[in-house]
């Protein structure tokens, strides 16, 4: 549920979804007025409930004990089927290997001239709408040009601008965006029973996706990595330069097969965390919580200056990375600056 009175309860579509309050609104108004559009295509982050949310709203389309609530009931047989994922007209697709191909599509098309089982709806979900072949994407297109009665085609997808243009042009945009830290931070501490020291980590270091937050709380193994992300820029400074190579070069190692967008995205919080203790002192927004000690410690080795100048070689590891470089030169140019660094 959403904190600060912004959205009317009874407008929200599930309670089970957080920090899309927005998205939420869009669609349940679809449910109450009744204007269900033959496709829509919900886009945003990764790990912010974009299937969940596509779930839900099938839910709530079939469910026969709602009532006057858009939010399913949860009880009726069709949420049952649904929750067990039996639902025999309730389909997600997913890509087959990297993309989904134009046999998805042709089974589709094959399914959705079936009369419905039983259901009002049938609901097709296309998940990595933004992996589809160009071919499948046009045999979409046909059917989104003649849509069947009665069937409902959401597409998820964390790239709107790789999906075939005239496909877009043919969805409900339903736009999805990153979870608030605190938002998250209260639903692993009250949904998930995660401990409160392990929801301020992972609620700050997920970038606000929940699904990276709950993939992190449930293996030890990242949370591992995590620290030895740390330790290993903590004594950069000063040494000779083959010691800083070697700890580029062993990095993987270290963190136990972290992702280096991941690993770059620990490093940062840390400086993150050595800056807010160096100025603002403000304890409760220190992402590391379980090393403020050696946070404040470290804090007091650097300049304020020095800190963001850390912090900018982050970000443009981060940049480069984005653009294709190599993995290996992204952190030997990062620690080698690190480690020339005051
Ligand atoms: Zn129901």
């Given at each position: 549920?959403?904190?600060?009175?912004?959205?009317?309860?009874?407008?929200?579509?599930?309670?089970?979804?957080?920090?899309?309050?927005?998205?939420?609104?869009?669609?349940?108004?679809?449910?109450?007025?009744?204007?269900?559009?033959?496709?829509?295509?919900?886009?945003?982050?990764?790990?912010?409930?974009?299937?969940?949310?596509?779930?839900?709203?099938?839910?709530?389309?079939?469910?026969?004990?709602?009532?006057?609530?858009?939010?399913?009931?949860?009880?009726?047989?069709?949420?049952?089927?649904?929750?067990?994922?039996?639902?025999?007209?309730?389909?997600?697709?997913?890509?087959?290997?990297?993309?989904?191909?134009?046999?998805?599509?042709?089974?589709?098309?094959?399914?959705?001239?079936?009369r419905s089982y039983s259901s009002k709806w049938k609901v097709w979900?296309?998940?990595?709408?933004?992996?589809?072949?160009?071919?499948?994407?046009?045999?979409?297109?046909?059917?989104?040009?003649?849509?069947?009665?009665?069937?409902?085609?959401?597409?998820?997808?964390?790239?709107?601008?790789?999906?075939?243009?005239?496909?877009?042009?043919?969805?409900?945009?339903?736009?999805?965006?990153?979870?608030?830290?605190?938002?998250?931070?209260?639903?692993?501490?009250?949904?998930?029973?995660?401990?409160?020291?392990?929801?301020?980590?992972?609620?700050?270091?997920?970038?606000?996706?929940?699904?990276?937050?709950?993939?992190?709380c449930s293996d030890q193994s990242l949370d591992e990595g995590r620290?030895?992300?740390?330790?290993?820029?903590?004594?950069?400074?000063?040494?000779?330069?083959?010691?800083?190579?070697?700890?580029?070069?062993?990095?993987?190692?270290?963190?136990?097969?972290?992702?280096?967008?991941?690993?770059?995205?620990?490093?940062?919080?840390?400086?993150?965390?050595?800056?807010?203790?160096?100025?603002?002192?403000?304890?409760?927004?220190?992402?590391?919580?379980?090393?403020?000690?050696?946070?404040?410690?470290?804090?007091?080795?650097?300049?304020?200056?020095?800190?963001i100048r850390r912090l900018r070689y982050i970000f443009e590891a981060?940049?480069?990375?984005?653009?294709?470089?190599?993995?290996?030169?992204?952190?030997?140019?990062?620690?080698?600056?690190?480690?020339?660094?005051?």
């Amino acid at each position: 549920m959403q904190r600060g009175g912004l959205v009317d309860p009874a407008e929200i579509l599930h309670e089970g979804i957080v920090g899309q309050a927005f998205a939420q609104r869009m669609l349940a108004n679809m449910i109450r007025r009744e204007m269900i559009p033959h496709a829509a295509l919900l886009w945003g982050p990764a790990g912010v409930g974009k299937l969940s949310l596509a779930k839900s709203f099938a839910a709530a389309l079939n469910c026969t004990g709602r009532g006057d609530s858009v939010s399913a009931c949860g009880s009726c047989s069709s949420c049952r089927l649904l929750a067990s994922g039996n639902h025999p007209d309730v389909r997600v697709v997913e890509p087959d290997r990297r993309n989904i191909g134009i046999d998805q599509i042709r089974d589709t098309i094959e399914a959705v001239s079936y009369r419905s089982y039983s259901s009002k709806w049938k609901v097709w979900i296309f998940r990595h709408a933004d992996l589809m072949t160009e071919q499948a994407a046009n045999s979409l297109l046909k059917i989104l040009e003649d849509p069947p009665s009665n069937t409902v085609f959401i597409l998820t997808a964390q790239n709107l601008y790789s999906i075939l243009p005239t496909v877009v042009s043919r969805c409900r945009l339903v736009r999805l965006s990153l979870v608030p830290q605190e938002t998250i931070e209260h639903l692993l501490l009250t949904r998930h029973g995660v401990s409160k020291e392990q929801a301020r980590i992972q609620s700050y270091l997920c970038g606000g996706s929940v699904g990276a937050a709950l993939e992190a709380c449930s293996d030890q193994s990242l949370d591992e990595g995590r620290l030895a992300a740390i330790q290993s820029i903590r004594d950069l400074a000063g040494k000779p330069t083959w010691e800083v190579l070697a700890a580029a070069a062993h990095v993987n190692e270290t963190t136990k097969g972290l992702a280096l967008d991941r690993f770059l995205h620990i490093l940062s919080y840390w400086y993150r965390d050595l800056l807010i203790c160096r100025t603002v002192q403000d304890m409760d927004r220190v992402a590391n919580i379980d090393m403020l000690d050696e946070a404040r410690a470290d804090s007091q080795r650097y300049s304020v200056a020095g800190l963001i100048r850390r912090l900018r070689y982050i970000f443009e590891a981060q940049r480069q990375l984005a653009a294709n470089a190599s993995a290996g030169l992204v952190l030997d140019r990062l620690y080698l600056a690190l480690s020339a660094l005051d």
